[in-house]
């Protein structure tokens, strides 16, 4: 079980993620399972976080090792505090990192960790506001126990104090952090007014458009926006989606949640543990008793996080998932508890884009674990060369589906 090594808790390996290029061979403890990681520890870390982040939220990420297809099995790199706390047990946590191997992330067999995809796009750590950078420090030292030589943290925030605290450490110790890839997502400035942020994003004739569809859509029973918070709302309006998600090109593609046993379970054990805590809220458009969109919101801290959407595709032509959207846009701004929101969407999303214009940098960053380490460039180039395969099957994709439409 666990062994307490310079105040931060390391376990073995699972064997869901054993692979020889992460395991040292004098056979020291190294990496902790999720479940293993102290609740209350890292609930209180989560109330303390330098930058928000609801998919590394206990409840959403243990819900998300346990049973999503793909993602299970997830391991801890996790940092504790030289001193006792009174108020936090024996030593406080100060920061977490769920990981895989990069065995396991990119069939790569060289001793690097990868921070584990919360199925949410955004992968930035949970780090004590008060201790940073000691954070970081502790994180990078017990990825070298476990044997690594770098730490790839995927859809980093790249402009936040946590890549900021990387950055520093690395400075102060000779290193850099060497950035993989990169793009621009759509967030919320959540603290303005919502009429007058709709305006300048939208304009008046397209605003005026999209009133008159709603005007549309009101003639099948009258157009009502809900709210659901409460465990019980919570549980009945994620059946409402996850029936709405199905029916629409992801359910033909296989993709919706509730197609696959794992992903079912995880997203009803997560919605429900935060829904507990009130840092999850299903949104829902009705056309009188018949729902024409729905859509998951998680919130941690002062930011909301736009999950997933799903359409009644039958009602396409009066843009259910864009009405649905203004309608959350108003009830975020009109919330003082948030000031932001992160639409975890895609680059260049042709939905969202439009209508959230601010815009903030998301990443893929190695983080180098020793100085002048032969094995980081050896790291760099294996996983530039994943990238490139990747896109070329992805271009493959795009041209067989642009094919079939063609026909």
Known sequence: MAEIADKAVVH???????????A????NPVLAPLADIPMDQWRSLAARVVEPNAYYLPEWVLAVSASARGRTGALALSAFSDAPLAYDGPARMIGLLPVVSLWRAYKIPLPALVSA?????LCTPPLDGDLTEAAVERLMQEARKAGAHALILRD?????KTMRAFTEVLRLNGMRPRLMQSYLRACLDATRDADELLADALGAKKLKELRRLRHRL?????VSFEVSRTPNEVAAALETFLVLEASGWKGKRGTALVQHDGDAT???RATAALAETGQCEIITLRAGDRPVAAALVLRHQDRAFYFK???DESFAKYSPGVQLTLDLTRHLCSDPAIRSADSTAAPDHPMINPIWRGRFAIGDVLIPLRRYDPLVPMIHTGLALHRSAEEAARGVVRFVRNRGKSR
């Open 24 to 27: 040292p061979s004098n056979g």
């Open 12 to 22: 073995r390996a699972s064997t869901d993620d054993a692979a020889p290029a992460h």
């Open 218 to 222: 009101a003639e099948h029973g009258a």
């Open 156 to 160: 980093m925030s790249l402009d936040g």
């Open 309 to 311: 959407l799903g359409v």
């Open 266 to 268: 995880f997203i009803r």
């Open 117 to 121: 995809q919360p199925y949410g796009t």
